[in-house]
């Protein structure tokens, strides 16, 4: 899943149904990206978006 995220050079990735947050934040982060996640009430999964830290800037966060 990993490699498949990065075989473009995506500007924005969004996930849905992320289990494994801190994982994917770490891998990212090798490749340029930073990211939040939004997880559901039970805290089990949520919504994850990564973005390309060259390209882009966080203006506001409504990540609780």
Known sequence: MKQQLTVRDFDIICMQEVDKFPEYEEFLATKGYKGFCAMKKDGMM?????YKETQFSVVTDFVG
């Open 46 to 50: 949520g919504c994850a978006v990564f």
